[in-house]
């Protein structure tokens, strides 16, 4: 530092003017002790001006060449020197002022003090050095004084490995980073970023140190701190795809290929895999003066147990450089949006982001979804929508970025789909209350426990049906023995990409920003209404509103990114409409054939059965007032009465007054 300070003044053309109150601080006091010091005199080596408190710049230290990022679990002991760690900020803490050279004044002489500091922890003078000071019976007391006083600002953040560098069955480590001066307030929760700085010990003194015993944390040091982009090789470090490698992605079919590649030791789902990967390439966001519209893709899988839409969302989870995996038995509304926590030891508030905001540019998983309770599900809807968070706690507030896209898997209410019901939630009323209502029109069951504000934000609502097919059942059950006698998926039309070449492919295609053309107007709003059309005549496919078409515009640019296009071509727009179509087909499902209409005389025959089985027989006037309450007239019940004698079934006396079974 004291070598940059002499070499500093040879490279500065002007005087700085005046920045803050400590500037003016000391050019008073300079002044004022020109005046009182006769023949300049020499200053008192006690209240010597310190180089610290004098110094208006920072010093920091970059890499002459980009550093290779070193990952966090990676950083150890022999790593006390400058490197660089990548990761994503989990917490951060308020900006803090930290007292670097403290002033003091006597109460006796007046003189001042300075009292540099470099360390965490400091014992405060109380005597003051001066001889005038000393000659006096009490002593010299000092006093602090701020306005004279240095601070710099201060912040920590705690950084946290990304999720494709954590081995298997292992917990992502973290590193708390020290941020002082300009390097302060550049990352929030949710930020990924690349710091520079040096690994060192945190010393404590006192009773800290004591009860630290042996043991020592350490931190980083950052010198430089950039936020990353949402390129996925600048952040990743990846190199760019060869010819060969674009020519082997492209060689045959890229749109099934790159679907076929997508959990292949899973059966079927061809559909379901497409919409998966549009999940993963994502649509092109809009900024329009203000009004944003997202880009992202979100999907709900929904369907009978055993399915395998556990295993979709996981292996999604890995293929996803970025991404977070949840449930919703096991979240609460602070886990998916963000926390506010205090510091056991310093007492200050931090911010610690949930799934959404970590999962930001990235994809977000959510299984269980309809055990979501529904104080937590109302923070969905604003992260979905408008991917941000507004938080308002413990009196902080913040805006935080949740620009992810949601994959979400949902169980049916009864266990398994049912066609027959409606599929969205939409009244929610205790039995109490219900046993209130003499009448209660449309009241029917559900098959998802969701209301229609949240399923609307999916732009793709797939439901997997397991239904008994003996082929179908065939193909599966020898699916399932090859893998698990051999360890890999079975041979098939397509060989299927490895999963490091296919998330660079994926990379590649993000670059891109495709363009819908005037030409395809036409078709796309022709579609959407024929849309509207089906949801008009048909309630039970799930919601059509204006959503439907962004989502048809996010899948059409989706598709024109996959195959590396600038523009949306009407093969897009086809290919977007049959997935929305499949997917409402999906909903719909087979209708089961309708029970056929029970004759009267079997229904009559089961009402006197309930009426008088246990006796053996019915009098003729119960069973007449029992067939009329239930809207049968009298020459049913004869009629009925006959057939039943005719096959010795019931048998009525002479007199007409009693019913006998037989």
């Known amino acids: 530092m004291e070598a940059v300070q002499e070499l500093l003044p040879r490279y500065r053309d002007q005087e700085v003017p005046p920045r803050d109150v400590l500037d003016v601080y000391l050019e008073h006091r300079l002044l004022l002790e020109q005046r009182g010091r006769p023949g300049g005199s020499p200053r008192d080596p006690h209240n010597q001006y310190p180089p610290e408190l004098l110094r208006r710049f920072e010093l920091y230290f970059q890499p002459p060449s980009p550093l290779k990022p070193r990952r966090i679990r990676d950083v150890r002991a022999e790593s006390i020197e400058l490197l660089t760690v990548p990761g994503i900020v989990t917490r951060v803490s308020e900006l803090q002022p930290m007292l670097a050279v403290a002033t003091y004044t006597c109460d006796q002489c007046g003189a001042e003090t300075y009292q540099p500091i470099r360390a965490p922890t400091f014992t405060p003078l109380l005597l003051c050095p001066g001889r005038n000071a000393a000659w006096s019976a009490r002593g010299g007391r ?57 690994f060192l010990p945190l010393l404590k003194g006192g009773f800290q140190q004591v009860a630290q ?85 979100n999907i709900c899988l929904m369907g009978d147990p055993g399915v395998a839409k556990s295993q979709l969302l996981s292996y999604v989870e890995r293929l996803a450089p970025r991404s977070q995996f949840t449930t919703g038995r096991g979240s609460s509304g602070a886990g998916l949006t963000a926390a506010v926590l205090r510091d056991p030891v310093s007492g200050a508030v931090r911010l610690a982001g949930g799934a959404l905001v970590l999962s930001d540019r990235g994809v977000c998983c959510m299984d269980e979804f309809e055990k979501l309770r ?45 066609p027959r019901r409606p599929l969205e939630h939409k009244r929610e009323c205790p039995p109490a209350l219900l046993s ?177 089985g246990s006796r053996g027989g019915v009098p003729l006037r119960a069973a007449l007032q029992r067939c009329g309450a239930e809207g049968f007239s009298t020459a049913q019940l004869w009629a009925a009465l006959a057939e039943l004698q005719e096959l010795s079934v019931v048998q009525v006396n002479a007199a007409r007054t009693r019913i006998t079974f037989v």
């Open 142 to 198: 000092l006093c602090l004084q701020t306005r004279g006083s240095r601070f710099v600002k201060y912040q920590e953040l705690r950084m946290q490995e990304h999720t494709d560098q954590v081995p298997v069955g292992h917990l992502p480590r973290s590193i708390t980073v020290a941020l002082y001066g300009d390097n302060t307030r550049v990352a929030q929760p949710g930020d990924h970023v690349r710091v520079t700085g040096v």
């Open 213 to 297: 015993g042996l043991l020592s944390e350490t931190f980083l040091e950052a010198h430089q701190v950039v936020k990353m982009t949402k390129s996925e090789e600048e952040e990743m470090g990846t190199e760019e795809l060869s010819e060969e490698e674009l020519q082997h992605i492209t060689k045959e079919d890229l749109y099934e290929r790159l679907a076929a590649s997508i959990a292949p030791e899973i059966y079927g789902h061809e559909d379901v895999k497409k919409a998966l990967l549009l999940l993963l390439v994502g649509g092109v966001e809009r900024n329009l003066r203000g009004l944003k519209i997202r880009g992202n893709i």
């Open 374 to 418: 529904a104080g937590e599900r109302v923070a969905l809807h604003e992260a979905m929508e408008q991917q941000r968070l507004s938080l308002a706690k413990a009196g902080i507030a913040a805006t935080l970025n949740a620009r992810c896209a949601v994959l979400a898997a949902a169980n049916p209410a009864l266990g398994r789909f049912d």
């Open 436 to 612: 209130r209502f003499d009448l209660l029109w449309g009241w029917g069951g559900h098959n998802v426990r969701l209301p229609p504000a949240l399923l609307s934000r999916f732009d793709l609502l797939w439901v997997m049906r397991d239904r008994p097919r003996r082929s179908q059942d065939l193909s599966l059950a020898h699916h399932i023995t090859f893998v698990h006698r051999h360890n890999r998926e079975p041979p098939g039309a397509f060989q299927p990409l490895d999963m490091r070449l296919m998330r660079r492919y994926l990379a590649l295609c993000k670059r891109k920003q495709p363009r819908v053309p005037e030409a395809l107007a036409e078709q796309i709003t022709a579609a959407y209404v024929e849309l509207r059309r089906e949801w008009r005549e048909c309630r039970d496919v799930g919601i059509t509103s204006a959503r439907s078409l962004l989502g048809m515009l996010r899948l059409a640019t989706a598709l024109a990114r996959l195959r590396l296009g600038d523009v949306v071509e009407r093969e897009d727009v086809a290919e977007a409409v049959r997935l929305l179509e499949m997917s409402r087909e999906s909903v719909r499902g087979e209708r089961e054939p309708a029970a056929r209409p029970q004759r009267p005389a079997d229904a009559i025959f089961a009402l006197l059965r309930e009426e008088g």
